[in-house]
T-cell receptor, first 114, second 114 residues
Framework: GDSVTQMEGPVTLSEEAFLTINCTYTATGYPSLFWYVQYPGEGLQLLLKATKADDKGSNKGFEATYRKETTSFHLEKGSVQVSDSAVYFCALSDPGAGSYQLTFGKGTKLSVIP | NAGVMQNPRHLVRRRGQEARLRCSPMKGHSHVYWYRQLPEEGLKFMVYLQKENIIDESGMPKERFSAEFPKEGPSILRIQQVVRGDSAAYFC????????????FGPGTRLTVT
C-alpha cells in the first residue's frame, strides 16, 4: 500500500536558518503530494501541494518539488522564523487509483529559537 | 466563509461509555473524511463519506466504531463502549468533490477516556 516516510524530529533551528525536512513516498499510482502544518492545539492547514512530477509547490516562503525519480517531496525554507514553529506533515493521495484518503507521515516537530 | 467545524473540542468519557463526535463540513462540501491521531503519531485515515453514503471505511476498526453523514445535519463519528486506547485526537476534513479533492481540516476533537 501507499506510505510516506519523513525525517524524524524534533528539529531545532535558530531564526533565519535554512530548513529542510525530508519526505519520501511509496505509491502504486501517480499520487498528489502535500505538506500540512499543525500549530499547537489546532487542526492541520494545507501548506503547499504538487499534483504531478516536477511540479513545485510554494507558500509563505516554503517550497517542495515533486521528484518522481527519487520519490521525494522535501520541504525547504531559506530563512525560518519563530512563528514557523509547528509540526509538519508530508502526505499523499492517489485519486488515480481510486483512493481519496490522505496517507500521512509521522510528522516532524520544528522549533525555531530567537 | 466558515471552515470545518467540529464539536466538542474536548470530550472526556469513562470506559464503557459512548462518544459522539460531530463534524460540519465547509459550505458547499459534500465529502467528509475522518482521521485519528494518536499521541506522537501522524494521522490515520478512518472513513470517507458522502451524503448518506459510506464510500470507504477501510480504516475503521471493525467493532464499536461507526460513522454517518445524513442528508441533513453534521457527520457523526460514534464510538461505543470506549476503552483507554480510543484516547486520541479525531480530525474531520471536507472537500468539495472528487475532482477537487483538496481536504480542509477542522480543529479536531480530543477524546480522553478515563
Amino acid at each position: 500500500g501507499d506510505s510516506v516516510t519523513q525525517m524524524e524530529g524534533p528539529v531545532t533551528l535558530s531564526e533565519e536558518a535554512f530548513l529542510t525536512i525530508n519526505c519520501t513516498y511509496t505509491a502504486t499510482g501517480y499520487p498528489s503530494l502535500f505538506w500540512y502544518v499543525q500549530y499547537p492545539g489546532e487542526g492541520l492547514q494545507l501548506l503547499l501541494k504538487a499534483t504531478k512530477a516536477d511540479d513545485k509547490g510554494s507558500n509563505k516562503g516554503f517550497e517542495a518539488t515533486y521528484r518522481k525519480e527519487t520519490t521525494s517531496f522535501h520541504l525547504e525554507k531559506g530563512s525560518v522564523q519563530v512563528s514557523d514553529s509547528a509540526v509538519y506533515f508530508c502526505a499523499l493521495s492517489d485519486p488515480g487509483a481510486g483512493s481519496y484518503q490522505l496517507t500521512f507521515g509521522k510528522g516532524t516537530k520544528l522549533s525555531v529559537i530567537p | 466563509n466558515a471552515g470545518v467545524m467540529q464539536n466538542p473540542r474536548h470530550l472526556v468519557r469513562r470506559r464503557g461509555q459512548e462518544a459522539r463526535l460531530r463534524c460540519s463540513p465547509m459550505k458547499g462540501h459534500s465529502h467528509v473524511y475522518w482521521y485519528r491521531q494518536l499521541p506522537e503519531e501522524g494521522l490515520k485515515f478512518m472513513v470517507y463519506l458522502q451524503k448518506e453514503n459510506i464510500i470507504d471505511e477501510s480504516g475503521m476498526p471493525k467493532e464499536r466504531f461507526s460513522a454517518e453523514f445524513p442528508k441533513e445535519g453534521p457527520s457523526i463519528l460514534r464510538i461505543q463502549q470506549v476503552v483507554r486506547g480510543d484516547s486520541a485526537a479525531y480530525f474531520c476534513a471536507s472537500s468539495p468533490s472528487t475532482e477537487d479533492y483538496e481536504q480542509y481540516f477542522g480543529p479536531g476533537t480530543r477524546l480522553t477516556v478515563t
